[in-house]
């Protein structure tokens, strides 16, 4: 009998039916830490294969599913309303962004503030799909610190926001 020297580490996204290495040849220490990846899985597992100095090979594999969620919050980008545009009060207008996300843009918010970037904030829309505009009716006020907000959401809930580029006028 003679003693496990390395170890390789691997994991399946997939129940499985795939694995992948996390890492290969390296001492048998007992645990690793290791950087999860960025594709959510409910179906994750983790296998170690043990190597002898004789060349045997012996593998263990999770018992049971675990899961990895996403944790990458999506992108977004305004591209109208922009800086120094104005427009007249009460008047339909189209805000536009494009918005992504490594698994998919779920939902968006889209506000607006009369007051600049720190609000307050009024919704235009929330909940809405991700198509990439929306018309929206200006409301029957006067701002020179007029700015929109889009926030893009994906199904973990992550969300990031992003600004109009600069103040525009109603």
């Known amino acids: 009998n003679v003693g496990v020297t390395i170890v ?4 399946s996204s997939d129940n499985g039916a795939i694995w992948k290495p996390v890492v290969t040849g390296v001492p048998n220490s007992g645990s690793r830490v290791w950087n999860l990846p960025t594709t959510s899985t409910q179906q994750g597992l983790v296998r170690v294969l043990a190597h002898d100095a ?4 012996a593998s263990d594999a ?11 919050a999506p992108t977004v980008a305004v591209s109208t309303p922009s800086d120094g ?3 007249l009060a009460s008047t339909a207008q189209q805000v536009i962004w494009s918005a992504s996300d490594n698994i998919g843009v779920s939902s ?7 007051h600049g970037p720190l609000g ?9 799909a991700n198509t990439g505009s929306v018309d929206w009716l ?11 907000r ?3 959401f994906d199904d973990a809930l992550n969300q990031q926001s992003a600004l109009s580029t600069g103040l525009f006028q109603i």
């Open 138 to 148: 200006l409301p029957n006020a006067n701002s020179d610190s007029a700015v929109v």
């Open 8 to 11: 390789d580490l691997q994991y």
């Open 54 to 57: 004789g060349g045997n090979v």
């Open 62 to 72: 999770s018992d049971t599913p675990f899961s990895i969620l996403d944790q990458v």
């Open 150 to 152: 889009v926030t893009a």
């Open 85 to 87: 545009e104005s427009y």
């Open 108 to 114: 968006v918010d889209v506000d607006y503030s009369l």
């Open 120 to 128: 307050p904030w009024e919704p235009i829309q929330h909940g809405f």
